[in-house]
C-alpha cells in the first residue's frame, strides 16, 4: 500500500517520519548483526584460522557504519520531536555546540529530503541511501507497513506489539497546527 497524490507525506508529522527512518536503520543493524553470529560451516580451517582472511572485519565495517547511521537517525528524530541541543549533549555526554557539529548535517539532509521532489539519484551507494532514506520519509506509510511485517516474523515472546507495531505508532499531522522549527 502506498500513499499517493500531492500531498502524500502530509498526514504524518516530521518526527514520525524521523522515527520511521530510525526504525528502518535498526532494521538493517540488527539484521547485519545477527548475521555474523552463526559460525559458517565451512568458515574455519581444520587449526581454526579463517579460510577467508578480512571477510569477517569487513562484517563488522558493515555492522559499525549501519549502527553510526542508526546513531545519526536518532538524533535527528530526537531534534524533530524538540529536543534542543543541550539535552543532546548531555545525554552524550558532550558540550551543546559538539552536539550540534556532531548532527546538523544528518538532522539538514533529513528536512532537505522531506522537501525535495522525488527524483532518481545516480552516484552510487551513498546516492542510493540517500535516495531509499527520502522515500521513507516521503512514503512513511509504506516503509510503516514493512517494518510491521519485518517486527512481526521476528518477533521474540513479545506478545503486546499487536498487528501494526511500526505503522501503528505513526503521528499524524494536525493540519490546523503550524509546524515548529527547533534550532
Known amino acids: 500500500m502506498t500513499e499517493s497524490g500531492a500531498g502524500a507525506t502530509a498526514p504524518y508529522t516530521d518526527a514520525a517520519r ?4 530510525m526504525a528502518y536503520e535498526a532494521c538493517e543493524l540488527a539484521d547485519l548483526a545477527r548475521a555474523a553470529v552463526p559460525i559458517g560451516e ?3 580451517n581444520p ?5 577467508a582472511p578480512g571477510t569477517v572485519l569487513a562484517d563488522a565495517a558493515r555492522v559499525l557504519a549501519a549502527a553510526q547511521r542508526f546513531f545519526e537517525a536518532a538524533a535527528v528524530f530526537e531534534r524533530m520531536g524538540g529536543t534542543d541541543w543541550q539535552l543532546i549533549g548531555e545525554v552524550l555526554y558532550v558540550t551543546p555546540h559538539t552536539a550540534r557539529m556532531r548532527f546538523a548535517m544528518p538532522e539538514t539532509a533529513f528536512r532537505e529530503e522531506l522537501l525535495s521532489p522525488e527524483e532518481t539519484r545516480s552516484g552510487g551507494a551513498a546516492a542510493e541511501v540517500t535516495s531509499l532514506r527520502a522515500h521513507m520519509a516521503r512514503q512513511p506509510l509504506e516503509t510503516a507497513l514493512d517494518l510491521d511485517d519485518w517486527v512481526l516474523r521476528h518477533e521474540d515472546g513479545d506478545s503486546d506489539l499487536g498487528t501494526a507495531p511500526v505503522s501503528g505508532g505513526l ?3 494536525d493540519p490546523h497546527r503550524r509546524t515548529e522549527n527547533f534550532s
Open 18 to 21: 524521523a522515527r520511521l527512518v
Open 171 to 173: 503521528v499524524r499531522r
Open 47 to 51: 587449526d581454526g584460522t579463517t579460510r
Open 42 to 44: 565451512h568458515e574455519l
